[in-house]
């Protein structure tokens, strides 16, 4: 129940396309959902949080879109550039659940030219 | 501003040793939280400290222990190493106890041989 899924596991878009990556999750508590972006040999930087009052939140070219219904969130990312080449983690929280994030397994995105 | 530091940034352990690793949080930042990334995986949390004082455990040994000092700085030891235990272990600070908006350093990869 603490589980997040994320698919796929992997991706490539051309240059310009709009990436979609997937997660789900079946505890109800999760009450923030954060998106991670994490480049080789870095530590995963925040792009995006949403919380389950929100259907949809932009932030520049990313956009969170939350489904509490079907206990799914995705991440899109507009027009997708070489640079975006990255791994991505979705997450979720509970409010006074250990105070940890539980991250989904990680989508490996290739924005080719 | 510095960001998360982290050190050291690379490290070759026998199995059956101990380790110490390091973090130095952004300044006032009062939480640490230490997560482990298997190779191909999300972060897996361990550790979460606030004000120095231990707010979070995940499901590792007691092998696995940490501390924070009075000037929010961080240690995780590990002791007994396995070779399971090679992994990329990243430290993420913030301001508050609840984990939002956390900043990751690049971590400290481990290897057990």
């Known amino acids: 129940q603490q589980q997040v899924k994320q698919s796929p596991q992997s991706l490539i878009v051309q240059k310009g396309g709009i990436p979609i990556i997937n997660c789900a999750y079946e505890?109800?508590?999760?009450?923030?959902f954060p998106w991670y972006q994490q480049f080789p040999g870095k530590g995963p930087a925040l792009l995006i949080a949403?919380?389950?009052?929100?259907s949809e939140k932009k932030e520049g070219r990313f956009t969170i879109s939350f489904n509490k219904s079907a206990k799914q969130f995705s991440l899109h990312i507009m027009d997708s550039q070489p640079g975006d080449s990255a791994t991505y983690f979705c997450?979720?929280?509970?409010?006074?659940?250990?105070?940890?994030?539980?991250f989904g397994t990680g989508t490996q995105l290739k924005v080719e030219l | 501003d510095a960001g998360v530091t982290q050190s050291p940034t690379h490290l070759i352990k026998t199995r059956g040793q101990q380790v110490t690793l390091r973090c130095s949080p952004i300044?006032?930042?009062?939480?640490v939280s230490w997560y482990q990334q298997v190779l191909g995986q999300g972060p897996q949390f361990i550790f979460q400290?606030?004000?120095?004082?231990?707010?979070g455990r995940g499901n590792f040994p007691d092998r696995f222990s940490a501390r924070q000092f009075p000037n929010y700085s961080s240690e995780l030891n590990v002791n007994a190493l396995l070779l399971g235990d090679s992994a990329l272990y990243l430290c993420?600070?913030?301001?508050?106890?609840?984990?939002?908006?956390?900043?990751f350093g690049s971590g400290t990869r481990l290897t057990v041989v």
């Open positions: 949403i919380r389950p009052d929100v």
């Open positions: 993420a600070s913030s301001f508050e106890q609840l984990p939002y908006g956390y900043t």
């Open positions: 400290y606030y004000e120095k004082e231990e707010r």
């Open positions: 300044s006032g930042h009062k939480s």
């Open positions: 997450a979720a929280s509970i409010r006074g659940g250990g105070n940890k994030l539980t």
């Open positions: 505890n109800t508590a999760f009450d923030y």
